[in-house]
């Protein structure tokens, strides 16, 4: 049977546990390569750090159903590994490469996947598009809301509740964990205290509007003085990020999209 065109399926996923990255996790030692896995003390040869991820648990289902050998998952960005995603979820598109069933019916594969997935994940319904969506998602920028678990080394020297309802303009350096693979760069970023809850008297839970791109767990702790002002700074004492929570990706408020692309009819099935 004879192979059909690409298929671009878009949807949104919500990620509500930690510790599932959104793509496949491969060693860092090894990258997963075939034969120097084998010898890889970093993963003892399995080649990923994690069994799963956002990604496998579409492609496990997808490809068999599509009768397609290869998938690739773009997300409109990412978080990070113990972040959990929440609200409606973040938008994505799964291309399905050269399937011999194209008309699959992607919804029962949708709730395959859910049926499939122990709770993990949240997939909103699946729409065809065309693969301009992919370079779409990729280049628009979108403010976040999220909620920070903040653990305080002590007695704070300002009440932490008084920082709510306040914008901060932020200079951020690129953080000391991504500086390795990341250009070292010094970006201007908002952040707004929405809401500040005292949960102990070392314990706060802050909900917090983010410019897009910015290093929350870095505003948090203040990452060694390279994000500043950070809420070290502006409570006067030292803070870590204990939890990180997407609580919603504002993609109506995209700061940097391309051209609206028009409404897109589904493709003829
Ligand atoms: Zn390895």
Not at 75 to 91: H, I, K, S, Y
Not at 171 to 179: C, G, H, L, M
Not at 245 to 262: C, F, G, N, R
Request: charged share 30%.
């Amino acid at each position: 049977m004879a192979a059909h065109p690409t298929l671009y399926l878009e949807s949104r996923y919500r990620k509500l546990v930690r510790g599932l990255p959104q793509t496949i996790f491969w060693c860092p030692v090894c990258k997963g390569h075939r034969e120097r896995r084998r010898t890889c003390a970093q993963c003892q040869g399995f080649g990923k750090l994690t069994r799963d991820s956002v990604q496998e648990l579409l492609a496990r289902h997808l490809l068999p159903a599509f009768k397609a050998r290869a998938g690739k998952f773009h997300g409109a960005g990412r978080e990070d590994v113990d972040v959990r995603m929440l609200g409606q979820g973040r938008p994505f598109v799964f291309e399905i490469v050269a399937p011999r069933s194209p008309q699959t019916d992607e919804e029962q594969v949708r709730r395959t996947i859910l049926e499939h997935c122990g709770d993990r994940i949240d997939l909103a319904p699946f729409r065809r598009v065309r693969r301009e969506r992919v370079a779409f998602w990729k280049e628009a920028h979108f403010a976040k809301i999220y909620r920070a678990l903040a653990v305080l080394a002590g007695a704070p020297a300002t009440a932490p509740v008084t920082l709510a309802g306040r914008s901060f303009a932020i200079q951020q350096r690129t953080p000391a964990r991504v500086a390795h693979r990341r250009a070292d760069l010094e970006r201007e970023r908002e952040v707004t205290v929405q809401q500040v809850e005292e949960l102990a008297p070392d314990r706060l839970a802050l909900t917090l509007r983010c410019a897009h791109g910015t290093y929350v767990k870095e505003w948090v702790s203040g990452d060694a003085g390279r994000t500043r002002p950070s809420l070290p700074e502006l409570i006067g004492v030292p803070c870590r990020c204990e939890e990180l929570d997407v609580l919603e990706i504002l993609t109506e408020e995209a700061t940097s999209a391309p051209t609206a692309p028009a409404p897109e009819p589904d493709p003829a099935r």
